[in-house]
């Protein structure tokens, strides 16, 4: 009873002195955090209370340490240390001859305790200059545009002070000033959002990007980009802020409704400030009161939409319609251009006859898919094919009939092959395919596969009809290589060894150690 009332005592002081002096005197919240735990440490040493009310040291050091730092918090740990080691000799001094196994315990239990605060300390002194670190990272940001904001301010001030001056005498000239102030926002507004999108290359970056640049300039509820897919004629949402599972539902299954297709195939602008839900069943159930639609297209292509929606009424006018199709026109063109770059990029790494990977982006993607099968620890097979003695072919039928004999090789490997399978032009006959998650065995047994289709395959030209065989070499990532280059060398020699087998047939490099 006398350690509780002492306990609430003490809370009752500490409570007083933090009110009155503690935010106020870093001496005095010191000299506190030092009487708090020498109270704590007599409550230990002379109540009996047990060991494990040295727990209730760990609060106020860790606090005092996430507040002022790891250093004070290891000076309050040393001069507490030095209290308690004090208090517990005044108290037991006479009983060290008769107790001395006892009082060893109770010291290294203390000791126990002054260590784990000390490890306590450290951490929270970590956590300490990381607050510390961001609140300055905070200031300088909130100062940084605490100054724009003032330049931003200070230049309105001017260029206003300026036109009030020119125009001072003509309330017709003051309207003029505000439209041509407006003019000057809306014209710098769009060159950030040139700059910020007209880089990007990649659709999917670049309408996220505009989606936040709609989000942060219109100040709107929701903007979602659709798209159109010119395969199935329908349209799909791309990228929204909408995050309510059963209103992105709603959306989802309803955004292909007649009034935007129709939008869409006219390129016409939706401004609605009343939405009747049964006109805009996508709405249905989801607040939104007023919307506006704008095509995303060129003068060649029908990209898409952009929606924007708010739950209040009125909330759009013409101008946002206006200023809103100045930045899809610039989107549009941006995309037509990304899109122009990714077909560049493909015809860049196809094989010219075939239509397949060329040899180059090949190398790329056996990098990368190697890597990716030594770090999930899964197999990865590599098979070298040609055609046999397709000199023949050239020599005997002429060169276009050797093209559709690679052609429909090609196509016939490509029908057999799964989706995560791969096949490039490797030389002028010579042909590649990688297989990940294939082992040595099942390779062997797909490219058996392969083989057998391309000897049953009749190759047809007007008059001439003619079948051929390939020859393949088996490679395995880690049975047969270790690294690209030894894949594909060793499949390579075991291409060579199928030829000189007779042809028609598949040979598997050696491995490098028996299971």
């Not at 030095?82 to 009983?95: N, S």
């Not at 956590?127 to 670190?133: A, G, P, Q, S, V």
């Not at 904001?149 to 001072?168: A, H, P, T």
Request: hydrophobic share 45%; aromatic share 12%.
């Amino acid at each position: 009873m006398v350690s509780c009332a002492l306990i609430f005592a003490v809370h009752h002081l500490r409570r007083i002195i933090f009110d009155r002096f503690l935010l106020e005197n870093p001496m005095v919240y010191y000299l506190e955090k030092i009487l708090s735990l020498l109270i704590m440490s007599a409550i230990v040493i002379f109540s009996g209370i047990g060991p494990w009310f040295y727990l209730g040291f760990l609060l106020p050091i860790v606090i005092a340490t996430f507040i002022k730092g790891a250093g004070f918090g290891y000076r309050i740990l040393v001069f507490s240390f030095a209290g308690h080691m004090l208090l517990y000799y005044l108290k037991l001094r006479d009983e060290i001859r008769t107790e001395g196994i006892r009082l060893t315990v109770d010291l290294l239990q203390a000791v126990a305790f002054y260590v784990l605060f000390c490890i306590a300390v450290y951490f929270f002194g970590k956590l300490y200059k990381c607050r510390i670190e961001d609140e300055i990272s905070n200031k300088v940001k909130v100062e940084q545009y605490e100054e724009r904001c003032m330049k931003l301010e200070q230049s309105g001030e001017e260029i206003k002070q300026k036109y009030d001056r020119l125009f001072s005498n003509s309330g017709k000239l003051e309207e003029s000033n505000k439209v041509l102030s407006k003019s000057i926002a809306e014209f710098y507004t769009l060159n950030q959002i040139s700059q910020a999108i007209g880089s990007i290359l990649d659709i999917k970056e670049l309408l996220k990007r505009l989606n936040d640049i709609i989000l942060g300039v219109m100040g709107v509820s929701y903007s979602t980009i659709i798209l159109y897919d010119e395969n199935t004629g329908r349209l799909k949402v791309h990228t929204t802020n909408i995050s309510n599972i059963n209103e992105l539902a709603t959306i989802t299954d309803n955004i292909n409704s007649g009034v935007l297709m129709d939008a869409l195939n006219r390129s016409e602008s939706i401004l609605e400030n009343n939405v009747d839900y049964f006109q805009y069943i996508f709405t249905c159930g989801r607040n939104i009161n007023s919307l506006m639609c704008i095509p995303l297209t060129t003068s060649s292509r029908k990209f898409g939409l952009i929606l924007v929606e708010h739950t209040f009424n009125n909330a759009f006018d013409e101008e946002n319609i206006r200023f809103l199709n100045i930045i899809a026109q610039q989107v549009g063109i941006v995309m037509e251009n990304a899109e122009l770059y990714y077909q560049m990029k493909e015809v860049a790494r196809r094989d010219g006859l075939t239509g397949i990977y060329n040899r180059q982006y090949f190398q790329e993607c056996l990098e990368v898919e190697l890597n990716e099968a030594k770090k999930n620890n899964y197999p990865l097979s590599l098979a070298i094919f040609d055609v046999d003695h397709f000199k023949r072919f050239n020599d005997t039928y002429g060169h276009m009939f050797g093209d559709k004999v690679l052609i429909s090789t090609v196509e016939t490997v490509k029908a057999e092959l799964r989706k995560g399978d791969m096949i490039a032009r490797f030389g002028g006959e010579e042909f590649i395919i990688l297989l990940p998650r294939t082992n040595l065995a099942d390779a062997l047994e797909k490219v058996e596969t392969l083989r057998k289709k391309i000897s049953e395959n009749v190759i047809e030209d007007n008059l001439i009809s003619a079948s051929v065989t390939a020859s393949f070499g088996i490679s395995s990532f880690d049975e047969c290589a270790f690294n690209e280059n030894d894949l594909v060398r060793t499949a390579d020699d075991a291409l060579y060894e199928a030829k000189a087998a007779g042809r028609n047939c598949a040979m598997v490099a050696r491995k490098l150690y028996e299971y």
